[in-house]
């Protein structure tokens, strides 16, 4: 069983304290790997946060892909953070030779375009980057957004997160969001892209439990969207439907319940949005999960959400002072990070409910 977290913070913090809210919690490591995607970044790239920051990891051969690419379209280099490894004898880490943190300007073209253009610009330059990368074995990217930042290693969370140096608070890297998860994905192959939290045009899922429902997920998914690729990971499935139901069917974040566990029919009878629901129950079969499974996911405004699957097989808490909010697995990771909090404020989610944080920090909770 997996184990998953996030923070929400007035101010930005270090991701040194998305670690030690996942460190209580190792039984659900397994040693496998660590990902993390940043949101609203502070230190070194506070001046940018309009730009498009590329993360991506490779070997040399895909560094000078990435620039060939770049530079053939005219994306110029405004910023660089290269990390700077901590070796030491025996760390459990399957490093890449590099690691690319980059922000750009938007082609000149589209210096006075439409956000909606700059959105769909930057997804194709990730997935063209992501194919051209494959085809020669040469590395991976995550993510290409502004004011979003991925991270993601196999390997022992401890000895990836003392690698990249990220126990050391220095002030270079802060966010005022952090999802986190301390796993690789263990049920099928092991692979960089696999490790949650996923990310696609501003938004983020990780997710603990399984999907039994996947195949037929993603069989009915690759025709919905030229974004929803890979298929790594049954969690990606949450991804995908999550940024169906709020990106492309502009729907509110309520619904996304609705299609991913929906109400037996016998529920829906008498209820006054009774017909819509059984209408998005029939339109949107395939996207319906199964399984046991947790679900923390970040918008694009910041928002944090929550959700479990129909009958609260994996666990969840949140719970936060006033200055910010935490969502994880498990309660020790939540006394690890706020121990002073007003505990008898927690909040177990159950399977009926979605728990937003928004924005500002205010905690709410929707019955489906």
Not at 347 to 365: A, G, K, M, S, W
């Amino acid at each position: 069983m997996c184990r998953i977290g996030a923070i929400k913070s007035k101010a930005p913090v270090h991701p040194s304290q998305a670690l030690r809210l996942m460190m209580p919690q190792q039984e659900g490591h397994d040693n496998s790997g660590f990902a993390m995607v940043m949101q609203d970044l502070g230190g070194l790239f506070a001046p940018y946060p309009d730009l498009p920051l590329l993360s991506l990891a490779c070997t040399q051969k895909g560094t000078q892909l990435v620039e060939d690419y770049m530079e053939a379209r005219n994306f110029h280099r405004v910023f660089e953070w290269v990390p700077k490894p901590k070796r030491r004898t025996g760390q459990d880490i399957k490093a890449m030779p590099h690691y690319i943190f980059r922000c750009y300007d938007y082609p000149e073209q589209y210096a006075k375009a439409a956000w909606e253009e700059k959105q769909e610009l930057l997804l194709d330059a990730r997935l063209e980057l992501r194919s051209l990368l494959e085809q020669q074995q040469a590395g991976y990217v995550y993510s290409f957004w502004p004011n979003v930042l991925t991270l993601k290693e196999i390997g022992k969370p401890h000895d990836i997160a003392d690698y990249f140096r990220l126990w050391e608070d220095n002030g270079e890297l802060q966010a005022k969001n952090i999802v986190v998860q301390c796993r690789q994905n263990t049920n099928y192959e092991v692979v960089r892209y696999a490790a949650h939290p996923f990310f696609l045009q501003g938004y983020t899922l990780c997710a603990n439990g399984e999907n039994t429902f996947f195949t037929r997920n993603r069989d009915f998914q690759r025709s919905l969207h030229r974004g929803y690729i890979g298929f790594e990971s049954d969690s990606q499935n949450f991804l995908y439907t999550l940024h169906y139901v709020l990106h492309v069917l502009k729907w509110p974040v309520q619904y996304y319940k609705h299609v991913i566990t929906p109400l037996p029919a016998a529920e829906m009878e008498g209820r006054k949005d009774g017909d819509a629901l059984r209408l998005i129950r029939q339109s949107l079969a395939h996207l319906e999960i199964n399984g046991p499974n947790t679900v923390i996911a970040m918008l694009p405004d910041g928002s944090l959400l929550s959700c479990c699957d129909g009958k609260k097989l994996r666990p969840v808490v949140i719970g936060g002072d006033a200055a910010t909010k935490v969502i994880t697995s498990e309660v020790c990771g939540l006394n690890a990070v706020l121990p002073r909090r007003k505990t008898e404020e927690d909040v177990y989610p159950h399977e009926r409910e979605v728990v937003i944080i928004t924005p500002d920090l205010e905690v709410q909770r929707w019955l489906q």
